[in-house]
């Protein structure tokens, strides 16, 4: 069975705030770009000190970034992997599934060029890295 038959890339998009306030030839623009994926519990979507290729955002499900001090969980509507774009660091840590998980993939390049045509985006997705890097750094 194909888990991705039926499921419009712009119904999901609906539950990511960071996408609220764009119009709608932006959000077509941008569902082009996003690539389905079903991660099921405990599966590996990222791993720590890898290159970053790819963000990914939780249109449902949880995942588990583990870290030092912990594991931070991260649901609907949170993205994950956007760090190591940012930045062109090595993965942060690496990110699991907690549950049967569905995901939107935007690759490098794609959020690159978003991120350069469209501020408003960049200072959010800026913003949630900064706030990651701040907490990891005070831990
Ligand atoms: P990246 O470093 O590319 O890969 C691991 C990801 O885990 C990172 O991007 C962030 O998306 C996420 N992450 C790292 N630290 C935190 C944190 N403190 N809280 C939530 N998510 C985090």
């Known amino acids: 069975p194909r888990f991705d038959i039926g499921l419009d890339t712009r119904a ?24 389905p994926r ?20 939780i249109a ?3 995942a588990g970034v583990d870290l030092p001090q912990g ?8 993205v994950f992997g956007e760090m190591a774009l940012i930045t ?4 942060q840590a690496d990110v699991r ?10 690759r490098r390049a794609d959020f ?6 469209n501020p408003d985006l960049r200072a959010k997705f800026n913003a949630i890295a900064a706030s990651r890097r701040q907490a990891n ?3």
């Open 88 to 91: 062109g660091e090595p993965r």
């Open 60 to 62: 449902s499900g949880a």
């Open 112 to 117: 690159q060029n978003l991120m350069r045509a």
């Open 71 to 78: 594991r931070v969980m991260l649901g609907t509507g949170d």
């Open 12 to 35: 999901l998009m609906a539950r990511l705030d960071l996408f609220a306030g764009l119009d709608t030839a932006h959000l077509d623009s941008i569902a082009k770009l996003l690539k």
């Open 38 to 57: 079903f991660a099921p519990p405990r599966e590996l979507i990222v791993r720590k000190g890898d290159r970053g290729d790819a963000a990914f955002f």
């Open 137 to 139: 750094q005070s831990a």
């Open 97 to 106: 599934a907690q549950t049967y998980s569905r995901l939107l993939v935007l």
